[in-house]
């Protein structure tokens, strides 16, 4: 399918708000509350009203939660469109580490026990021995806990194994959490309270739908970072200070505070080629008439189109969904392939609706937001059979040291209770917690704010050791029907192993295509 010249601000847009509010789900309020085992306290997600709800562990002072390992080897370890990801260009061959800190914001020189200079406290939030981040994820929003949550206790656990193997350069990490609920205001407030009375060097792994239109502006006029995680929406493109993980190489924007470039934004149709090849003639594209996830299933629709296959949208009112309408429709039409961008409980209600008719898609094309082990109890059978999912990153359930190491980490964090629910987002925070450690480890004892963008800044191809596909934020200049090649990542629901795997991996050849930029103007500015 699709991409926007950034994966995630056009795959994401599906995750729009739905009619009515959910209620927390019990199973991740008892991940928080056993947590850690005894005598380690985990983070809570705290509200922004000041009532950590659900999600409180009890624990936490007023106004703060924070994680940080207090005693090396608490955790354990070895010291160690959905259509698809399209990382245009060549891959690398793995490694991919990041630069060395540039001259004048700290050297690549070890500090804090390393044999070089002392840890200093250099930045607001860094001191000799801590160094203080903050977290933005909506939990108790519209959408419910699942849509957004992962990507913190993916971050989470990954600050107890860093902490539980000494820090960086000896630094432990305190994570510093709130919860959205996905309103814009209190992500403001959110970002207020995390800057202005925790001091937080950064913001790390944030995963909220209303950061653009919330917290944005204000983190940048404070000069505040914002990596290693999800802003779903247009000021990835717009602010110089966020580094949104999933932006790919080729995929950057000058961030010169006009939206995109020169207020278009850019999809590459390689995607659609790669569907197109599979044999793809008929397709459906399935949006809300909510504004932001129609742009997203009309941009869906004109890349589709753009590679001679015939498209038909359902537009859906969130209000009053009809699913088995919809399904009858695309069997009389004998669609193929359906590309969805709407929520989890909506794709929950489309697969169950096809499984009532007995009708079976060749594709089922989804994204990030399934892509979970949940899905082999909570999506109908055989519909979740049919389910494909665009993604940059290595599936959770891969055999390689760090997806083990990730899986090993979250079940001794949480006690086994979140091993049922791992989701992809977990551990893209994950690489994201990788990706600013070793941008951190980079600076030495001299840790700043303008030395950690400067990091960012001079990546190049960065692919988080083979586990990602190359991602920089180097600005690319396009013109629209530019041509360009992309590799297309997808994975696929495999009932034997309730895991999804690998289907078409961008490090092979006979996935990499060549499509065209289409430009468009954009819909909003943040």
């Known amino acids: 399918m699709m991409r926007r010249a950034r994966v995630l601000a056009l795959l994401l847009a ?187 060097f950064a913001f790390l792994g944030n995963n909220t739908r209303v950061w653009d239109t919330g917290a944005a502006k204000y983190t940048d006029d404070q000069g505040v970072p914002v990596v290693g995680g999800y802003t779903i929406g247009l000021s990835h493109t717009y602010f110089p200070t966020i580094f949104d993980f999933s932006v790919g190489s080729e995929s950057g924007y000058p961030r010169d505070y006009k939206v995109g470039q020169d207020g278009l934004t850019f999809t590459s149709t390689s995607g659609c080629v790669f569907w197109a090849k599979k044999g793809v003639k008929r397709a459906a594209s399935i949006f809300y008439s909510i504004p932001i996830s129609k742009e997203a299933g009309l941009n869906g629709k004109s890349c589709l189109e753009a590679e001679g296959i015939d498209v038909v949208t359902y537009e859906i009112n969130p209000a009053v969904p009809n699913w088995d309408a919809v399904a009858a429709d695309m069997q009389q039409r004998k669609i193929q392939a359906a590309f969805d961008y709407v929520d989890i409980v909506a794709n929950q209600n489309l697969c169950r ?15 990030i937001a399934v892509q979970a082990r949940w899905v082999k109890n909570d999506f109908s059978h ?82 988080c050791h083979g586990l990602c596909s190359p991602r920089d934020y180097s600005p690319n200049i396009r013109k629209d029907g530019q041509p360009i090649r992309g590799c297309v990542s997808i994975v696929r629901w495999n009932e034997r192993t309730g895991e999804f795997v690998t289907w078409a991996d961008r490090k092979d050849e006979a996935n990499c295509v060549t499509g065209k930029w289409v430009a468009e103007p954009a819909s909003y500015s943040p």
């Open 353 to 367: 609706a096809l499984d009532r008719r007995g009708y079976r898609l060749d594709y089922k094309v989804s994204t």
């Open 14 to 200: 599906l995750m729009v708000m739905a009619c009515g509010t959910r209620a927390s789900d019990e199973r991740f309020d008892a991940v928080v509350r056993g947590a850690n085992g005894e005598g380690s306290q985990a983070a809570a997600l705290d509200s922004d009203s000041g009532d950590a709800g659900t999600f409180d562990s009890g624990a936490a002072s007023e106004g703060t939660t924070e994680s940080a390992s207090s005693e090396p080897g608490a955790v354990g370890g070895d010291g160690g469109g959905g259509g698809g990801d399209v990382a245009s260009g060549p891959d690398g061959d793995g490694g991919g580490a990041g630069p060395a800190a540039p001259s004048g914001d700290g050297g690549p020189a070890p500090g804090g026990g390393g044999g070089g200079p002392a840890n200093v406290a250099s930045d607001v939030g860094v001191t000799e021995t801590t160094i203080k981040v903050g977290s933005v994820v909506s939990v108790n929003g519209p959408l419910g806990p699942r849509q957004f949550s992962p990507t913190f206790y993916g971050m989470n656990a990954y600050v107890e194994w860093l902490n539980s193997q000494g820090g960086v350069n000896g630094r432990k990490v305190i994570l510093v959490t709130c919860d959205d609920r996905e309103s814009e205001e209190a992500n403001r407030r959110c970002a207020e309270r995390l800057v202005e009375q925790e001091k937080v």
């Open 382 to 463: 055989p519909c979740r059979e049919s389910i494909y999912i665009g993604g940059g990153t290595e599936p959770l359930g891969s055999s390689h040291p760090e997806a083990a190491r990730f899986r090993e980490t979250m079940s001794k964090v949480y006690q086994g209770r979140f091993d049922r629910e791992l989701h992809q987002w977990a551990f893209d925070a994950w690489l994201g917690g990788i990706q600013f450690k070793e941008a951190v480890e980079s600076m030495g004892p001299n840790v700043t704010r303008k030395g950690l963008m400067a990091w960012y800044n001079a990546l190049d191809r960065y692919d």
